[in-house]
């Protein structure tokens, strides 16, 4: 769902995901491991299934484990997209940095 956009200039090429704008959620098929450890079933999930752990002891039965659960949990169809940025379970912001992609 990307678009792209080429710098006249350098010739280079960014591609932006209007996740917001041009809502896909239908079309997503993606999980997204975040940068404390959890994997996100949703990209407007605010919490997900601790990966963190099982990645340190190479336990591949857990990461799957935790792969799959995240798999079932993601949502069917469209997802309610958040008004502006709110806060995690933590009460803190989470920033697009935190999500991956």
């Known amino acids: 769902p990307s678009r792209y956009f080429k710098n006249k ?3 280079r090429i960014i591609g932006i995901i209007p996740a917001v704008s041009n809502h896909f959620c239908r079309l997503c098929n993606r999980l997204r491991i975040s940068s ?3 994997v996100l079933p949703c990209l407007f999930s ?3 299934v601790p990966l963190g752990e099982a990645l340190r002891l190479r336990d591949r039965v857990r990461v799957k484990a935790a792969i799959l659960e ?3 949990s993601k949502p069917a169809g469209a997802t309610s997209v958040p008004g502006g940025e709110k806060p995690d379970k933590t009460g803190v912001h989470r920033h697009m940095s ?3 992609g």
């Open 9 to 11: 200039e350098t010739g």
């Open 46 to 48: 605010t919490s997900g």
């Open 36 to 38: 404390t450890g959890e």
């Open 98 to 100: 935190r999500i991956g």
């Open 70 to 72: 995240a798999a079932a």
